[in-house]
């Protein structure tokens, strides 16, 4: 690890407290002026650290910097991880990437950030999460459970953090207060050798402090936290990785399935799919949603429903 590295996940684990320089370069095993000179490097790269003349240093927790390294750090085993300031998509960039079984793209912003049905997932610097995480595919994974799945890692884990309880709209958005704060783009890549499905590309974006949306998603787009909350983006990308780890190694046991159910803000609620009126009566083992009208039962595996309301 160098010695920026080290120094920022010394000042990101240590926020908003005043540190010598004489303590940093006890902790980092370096000279004071190697010090001085990293907080420079740190802070070109965006680190909000003040100075305090004679005293030390103070960083300011908010918007850190992502870093493959501070991700790794808060880690229980070494990952794959890739970090951008800026791509078109995440999704898109981990397709050209040799995978291994389990490793992540992170971006502080998006150009083109997708989402399902062709939508455009708005993905502005600083105040949100975008990640893609890509997993490998055995010939046992039912790929159809994985959205699904991860949703409630997602919905797990800003439990943990945030002590908020999201909602779930079937399929793959995740809602706050009423307005979608989160959303997951599940993708697949397919070997042409083995004619199968080698990896799944879960592509997942969080609006942690986004306080202004396009018009266009003014009334439908909301975000986790108040834009004031601090905290860190590597360690939520961290437990979150942790998390969608554990869901997917387990997700056959289907324990999951009951707790997504029970999350889903359309449960025994009236909805519109293709221009009829049905209540919502759970999903199956399979995740597929479980409509009625007039005493009939259907079961949907894709397209949108509307919720009316109660
Ligand atoms: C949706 O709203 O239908 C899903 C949105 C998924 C957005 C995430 S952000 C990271 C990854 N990259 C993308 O282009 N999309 C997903």
Known sequence: ???????????????????????????????????????????????????VRNKGYYL??????????????????????????????????????????????????????RGRLGRVFYSPENTGLYFSIYLKVESTTNTQLITAAMAVAVKRVIKEVFDIDL???????????????????TETTFDLESQSINHVIVGIGLNLSTDIFPDELGTIAGSILNSNVVYSRNRLTASLIESIDK???????GHFIKEYEDALMSLNKRVYYQNQEWIVRGIDEYCCLILERDGKRIIINSGEIVLIGD
């Open 1 to 51: 690890m160098t010695v920026h590295e080290k120094l920022a996940i010394y000042l990101e684990q240590n926020t908003n407290q005043l540190i010598s320089g004489q303590t940093l370069a006890e902790q980092c095993n370096v000279s004071r002026q190697s010090i001085s000179k990293a907080i420079k490097g740190l802070i070109e790269k965006g680190y909000a650290i003040d100075i």
């Open 60 to 113: 300011k927790e908010g918007y850190l910097p992502l870093s493959a390294s501070s991700i790794n750090h808060y880690l229980n085993h070494e990952h794959q991880i890739y970090v951008y300031s800026e791509v078109t998509s995440t999704n898109d960039v981990a397709k050209q990437l040799p995978l291994e079984h389990l490793g992540c793209v992170v971006a502080n912003k998006q150009t083109k950030g």
């Open 247 to 253: 869901v997917y190694k387990t997700m056959s046991d």
């Open 167 to 185: 909602q779930i709209k079937w399929v793959n958005d995740l809602f706050y207060h009423g307005k979608k704060v989160a959303g997951i783009l």
